[in-house]
């Protein structure tokens, strides 16, 4: 079992650049989020989507957009990067109201710097 | 809104000591509870869960107690292990859309 599968593992980039987090599923959960976890910070929840096609506003959207057009891949975009976005990306998943507080499945993680 | 407040780490311990990690919450209402654990460059794992006032979770030798009255969910540990370094999380599902709130995590060392 693959689990959730997030790609690249680490990437520098400079200010004004672009760039796609991948992230995948194979265990047909409906329910995806990204966090981005800051030291001292915890995890804030930048976007999630409780299915293909849907997708809604966390705490912490600015800067950032996504897409759902599958049940398996949710990637996330960075338009303009900026170094406030310097921070660990974490993708996760869950089966979601199918199974009640069911929890999340994390993918092992994106390291990011903007310089 | 929802919160979840964690003891400020890091902690050392020595191999076979006891472990407490506290943790307590504000909700709007009656959430799930739970305690996540990241070891070094990794995503983060389900350690235990509670779902309701008075549960028990349990795993690997960890246990937290679901405090209604007290709104806490301390995480133990009888004996730890030097393969138990790792920075632990508190958090609480409530409603609908399955949005977990985090602490922001407690880092545990122990050294042998």
């Known amino acids: 079992n693959a689990g959730v599968t997030q790609t690249p593992k680490f990437r520098i980039l400079k200010i004004g650049q672009s760039m796609t987090l991948q992230c995948t599923q194979d265990?047909?959960?409906?329910?995806m989020y990204w966090y981005r976890q800051d030291p001292g910070m915890g995890l804030k929840l930048i976007y999630y989507?409780?299915?293909?096609?849907?997708?809604d506003k966390g705490e912490v959207p600015n800067g950032y957009n996504v897409s759902r057009s599958t049940t398996e891949d949710f990637p996330l975009r960075l338009e303009l990067a900026a170094p406030s976005q310097t921070s660990v990306y974490f993708c996760?998943?869950?089966?979601?109201?199918?199974?009640?507080?069911?929890?999340?499945?994390f993918g092992n993680g994106t390291r990011l710097t903007v310089t | 809104g929802n919160s979840v407040t964690q003891m400020e780490g890091p902690v050392t311990l020595s191999e076979e000591a006891f472990l407490t990690i506290n943790c307590t919450y504000t909700?709007?209402?009656?959430?799930?509870l739970f305690w996540y654990v990241q070891y070094p460059g990794e995503g983060l794992q389900l350690l235990l869960k509670?779902?309701?006032?008075?549960d028990k979770g349990s795993n690997k030798g960890f246990e937290a107690t679901y405090r209604k009255e007290t709104t806490s969910f301390h995480l133990e540990k009888g004996s730890v292990q030097v393969s138990d370094s790792a920075v632990y999380f508190c958090?609480?599902?409530?409603?609908?859309?399955?949005?977990?709130?985090f602490g922001t995590g407690t880092k545990l060392q122990v050294i042998p």
């Open positions: 996760a998943s869950s089966p979601g109201q199918a199974i009640t507080n069911s929890p999340l499945h």
């Open positions: 265990m047909n959960h409906n329910y």
């Open positions: 989507s409780v299915g293909a096609g849907i997708t």
């Open positions: 909700a709007t209402g009656y959430p799930s």
């Open positions: 509670a779902t309701k006032a008075d």
């Open positions: 958090a609480l599902i409530l409603g609908g859309y399955q949005k977990v709130t």
